[in-house]
């Protein structure tokens, strides 16, 4: 029998779950699905690091691994104080996808601050990442974290519960270029406390490629660019604890860029850097394209690559599927080698249609392009454009010119913080009136990826809306990872007057359903449902949004339901 501890005694939990021996990813592999990965039928290790932070020892703590649902194997552990200890299961490796569950005290017999951080899910084919986090960070996110109140207690559970809400944003990225969401999922294979300043372990240049990055961003940036036995690393230091004065739920959760920042290193862009300010960029046009609220343009790809971290946008899905299943190739780190790699996936041919606000084709006009000068400013992917035209062009009868297969720049498509010259503008001289239009590159891989290599067809409205982001990260009810205890569940988000907005709930991976919600004219929604127990992921939609801007899509929150009057329901999730 367990020793029963006061529950002052603090906590156990499930740290993270390493898979040993531990492989270096092959530099440049021709064959990055398979070199790199085990052999098959060869054994694996599945290795459990559980936490316990009481100031007793402990014996006797019994634990379970789970395959599928199906119990694999039972023990005990023995614990010394504040101690890490670490156990075992052996499997035979396959590609094919499992799932492996440990839990630590299953039959919660030992009395803890925190119940919830007793278990950690992963699929064994999970890329893996490695955290590496300063001693006072690592002391100090602590009591933020727990002041929070969503399930967790220390740094492991943190960053287990954002790795957690990858793959439900992964499994519900569900697109018509992705319809089974985006394939690979995430785990976290180690996390190293180090000493203060001691990080980066070794110097960038080592490896990384020199991206601008000041000295004190490379702990976080580049921890150890000789760590190649995961695909993904972020750092720590000490000073940036800071950074998380604000406890919430929503900002240690969902408000937050640690996804943001790790998807570079799995060669995601920024799709925030097609857009064009007035206050980032420079346009020398006369007459100028006019800016609404200091914006020119703002691209279509709104998600966790912009600036909505808690949901993943269709872009970038459609570009992580393009690797699913790929170790690294040139780097684990934020930025790798092969940085935006798919940026030049560009139709031989490109046929665009510009068409005015109320559809109809502007036939017969005069075009203008205007392509990036590549002239450096002092602005995160700052743009240039001066009063030349690149291109001097005249619509058809239907309104379509052809633009060749890159119309953005002689080179290459590039989106580097130093220059980006993903857009272009278009001045049309229709009649009297002077419209404006901007390409977009994003579009042009969008449609190459929907198998259009050879000739794509695009329509473009001049004087369009520019497609704001306004339903990103936000405080909502239930609040992320709370735990609700009602039948009926209490939703309420924000939203703005004479919108119309919808619902989607999943339940334990389940695929969505749509609810619709009443569209009064009030400034916040509140909507009360009566759901089953279980893991519930739900976001929000804006379906009254102007043409062309999409719907636009909120953060995925979750919560766990645990109804009283229904037993908790498990289930193996996606």
Known sequence: MATAVPAAERDLSVAFIAREPRIDYVWNSSN?????????????????????LGSEPLRNVGYRWLVDGEVARTGTLDFKPEALVTTELPRTWTFERSEIVFEIDPARAIDETEERNNRVALHTDSLGIAFYVERTFWDGIGARIRRGRFGANTFDDWVQKRVRHFNEMAA??????????????????????????????????VEARDWGAPPPAWGGLYPNVLDHTVDMQWGYPAFTVDYWSDSAPWNLTIGNATLHELAHARTMIDVYAWNLTATGDVVRLDPAPPAVNGAYYSTRQHGMMHFDWGHIDRYSA??????????????????????????????????????????????????????????????PYGMVFDATPDLELTTDAEGVIEVGRNPFAEGDVVAFVDRANGVAIVEILDGE??????????????AYWRGNTAIAEYEVMADAPVCNDDLGPSAVTPSP?????????????????????????????????????????RTTRTL????????????????????PCPARHSSIYAFDH????????????R
């Not at 990055?32 to 599945?46: A, L």
């Not at 790929?326 to 092969?338: F, I, K, M, T, V």
């Open 32 to 52: 990055p699905t398979r070199e790199g990965w085990p052999e098959p039928g060869s054994e694996v290790r599945w290795v459990a690091h559980v936490r316990w």
């Open 172 to 205: 519900y990225a569900i697109y018509p270029e992705t319809p089974r969401g985006v394939l690979d999922r995430w785990r976290i294979d180690a996390i190293h406390i180090v000493e203060d300043g001691a990080l980066p372990l070794v110097p960038p240049y």
């Open 318 to 379: 459609i570009a992580m599927n393009r690797m699913a299943g790929r170790r690294a190739l040139s780097g684990n780190y934020n930025e790798p080698w092969d940085l935006g790699f798919f940026l030049n996936d560009l139709p031989s041919r490109n046929r665009v249609r510009l068409v005015r606000p109320d559809g109809s084709a502007i036939a017969n006009r005069a075009v203008r392009i205007y392509r990036v000068t590549g002239e450096k400013i002092d602005a």
């Open 433 to 446: 009136t002077r419209r404006w239009a901007y390409l977009d590159s994003l579009e042009f891989n969008l």
């Open 481 to 521: 990872e709370a735990v609700v205890t009602t039948r009926e569940v209490l939703f309420h988000f924000p939203a703005a007057r004479g919108r119309e907005y919808v619902l989607f709930i999943g339940i334990d991976g389940e695929l969505p359903h749509r609810v619709e919600v009443p569209a009064e004219d």
């Open 528 to 547: 009360k449902r009566a759901l089953p127990p279980g893991r519930v992921v739900w976001w929000f939609e804006d379906e009254k949004v102007a043409a």
């Open 562 to 573: 645990e109804s009283e009057a229904m037993p908790r329901r498990r289930s193996i999730r």
